[in-house]
């Protein structure tokens, strides 16, 4: 399967713990985003990369959470101390930047539940 | 900012029969692109169509296609001959020329009925 993958699908958490997920893109894709989406909306943005570069972090990504993507190909983002408010679906997506129109792929996302 | 919406929480279609989701966007930029995305139950979002707003063409794509209003910045979907297989969330979607993130609006349950 040459598609996004995440890992992992689902983790359960308690309140205050950290938690990591990844994000495997299309291998020839250089942007990676991250998304998350909460019952009954749609994906928020949260944060975005080119290559290694991170080029944009929204207001939703608070002090708590940080994402990286070290050589250009995985990416991980990672809450600290996390909240009830933290639940959702993670969504990750890969996009080749080039001239014009460039389709953003997702993966099947992380479901993260906070106890 | 740019935002979307989509003011129909849920709809339900019969099996064959054809059905329109509506969606409204602002924005001040004058290229842009919008989507249309489903996302089954198993949470895979797919891109089902998507618009150039420099096309005055409406995109087709099998049994989907829409009706872009530039003017009054509207994008509806319209499935045609609906299948079992449409069951999912769709939701309309802004990308701003620069390849900047996707902004989704609130999503559309559409079931359909056999």
């Known amino acids: 399967d040459t598609g996004v993958s995440q890992d992992p699908r689902h983790k359960i958490t308690k309140r205050g713990q950290n938690v990591t997920f990844r994000c495997d893109p299309i291998?020839?894709?250089?942007?990676l985003y991250w998304y998350r989406q909460t019952l009954g909306q749609g994906p928020e943005f949260l944060t975005y990369f080119q290559n290694e570069a991170q080029l944009e972090k929204s207001r939703l990504l608070s002090d708590r959470f940080s994402a990286e993507r070290p050589k250009g190909s995985f990416s991980t983002l990672e809450i600290q101390r996390t909240e009830q408010g933290d639940s959702a679906m993670y969504l990750c997506?890969?996009?080749?930047?080039?001239?014009?129109?460039?389709?953003?792929?997702f993966g099947p996302g992380t479901r993260l539940t906070v106890l | 900012a740019q935002t979307v919406t989509q003011s129909q929480p849920e709809m339900s279609v019969q099996e064959a029969e054809t059905v329109t989701l509506s969606c409204t966007y602002d924005?001040?930029?004058?290229?842009?692109?919008l989507f249309w995305y489903k996302q089954p139950p198993s949470r895979q979002m797919i891109l089902v169509i998507r618009q150039e707003a420099y096309k005055q063409q409406n995109a087709t794509e099998n049994r989907f296609s829409v009706n872009f209003q530039k003017a009054a910045k509207s994008f509806s979907l319209k499935i045609s001959d609906s299948q079992l297989g449409d069951t999912a969330m769709y939701f309309c979607a802004f990308l701003a020329s620069g390849n900047t993130p996707l902004v989704f609006g609130k999503g559309t349950r559409l079931s359909v009925i056999a």
């Open positions: 997506a890969s996009s080749l930047r080039a001239q014009g129109y460039n389709e953003q792929f």
């Open positions: 291998s020839e894709h250089n942007r």
């Open positions: 924005t001040s930029e004058n290229n842009y692109y």
